[in-house]
């Protein structure tokens, strides 16, 4: 049975970090890509960072670049995503996203698998 868990949502201050993982079971981690992607409420899911099977980083979004990082570790088949100098902006519920393939992609509809989400909530 394929599952992609996310976990470490949470509320926290302007400036603060969070860590958020993804937990990967029932498929090859290793052969997959990994994709972060984030949904505010009334606004369009997006794709933010990926990281390939070779431990690229892919940046989509502009708005994170230098402040999110993503990291994978095959062999506890998860992946990470750092986050710091959060803003009320950044609020939303996270996803990840695994694609079988050995580059990433932006669009969420090119992910084999996806997890349920992770909420963030970054508020003074």
């Known amino acids: 049975q394929v599952q992609l868990v996310e976990s470490g949502g949470g509320s926290v201050q302007p400036g603060d970090s969070l860590r958020l993982s993804c937990s990967a079971s029932?498929?090859?981690?290793?052969?997959?890509?990994i994709g972060w992607f984030r949904q505010a409420p009334g606004k369009e899911r997006e794709g933010l960072l990926c990281i390939t099977t070779s431990n690229s980083e892919i940046v989509y979004d502009a708005s994170v670049k230098g402040r999110f990082t993503l990291s994978r570790d095959n062999a506890k088949n998860m992946a990470s995503l750092q986050m710091s100098s959060l803003k009320p902006d950044d609020t939303a519920k996270y996803y990840c996203a695994a694609r079988h393939s050995h580059v990433c992609n932006a669009n969420w509809d090119a992910y084999d698998f996806r997890g349920q989400g992770t909420q963030v909530t970054v508020s003074s």
């Open positions: 029932g498929f090859t981690f290793d052969n997959y890509a």
